[in-house]
């Protein structure tokens, strides 16, 4: 692996699902204006349709090109061998365990840590991992 990792903190006050998915919908959103294609990697396909409905609405005004089919410039998806090879960035969305193996094929890889304790866990595997495999690891606190 090589590259960049993102590792956003969201915030440790008690935000309802909502509020912390919008937050990472401005991530998402970010990404594709600076990179351009970008992959979204849900959890499940149950979460997959909650980003995609949400990335509608996060925002009053806001544009962002998504969708499950891979000709979107944000394409959202929850089976890892849908991956697209040009996309520029991976994003993943509440995933629960450890990278995915896809990870080691992206340039830019977007990554969140949990706010409950409990929850943290998985995403402190990845970043280990992350260090281990050599990426660029960038922390960023996420607003929310």
């Known amino acids: 692996m090589s590259g960049t990792v993102n590792f956003y903190q969201l915030p440790a006050l008690p935000l309802s699902v909502v509020e ?27 979460l997959q349709k909650n980003y995609d409905d949400l990335l509608w609405t996060f925002h009053a005004g806001a544009f962002l090109p998504h969708g499950s089919t891979v000709q979107e410039p944000v ?31 992206v340039e830019r890889l977007i990554d969140f840590i949990p706010a409950a304790e409990a929850d943290r866990e998985a995403a402190r595997k990845r970043y280990r991992q992350c260090k281990q495999a050599g990426y660029s690891i960038q922390m960023f606190p996420l607003e929310a």
């Open 75 to 105: 394409y959202l998806f929850s089976d890892p061998q849908q991956r697209r090879p040009e996309a520029r960035a991976l994003v993943l969305l509440e995933w629960p365990g450890e990278l995915p193996a896809i990870a080691d094929t």
């Open 20 to 46: 912390s998915r919008r937050a990472i919908c401005r991530v998402i959103a970010k990404a594709w204006q600076v990179l351009g294609r970008v992959d979204v990697l849900a959890a499940s396909p149950e």
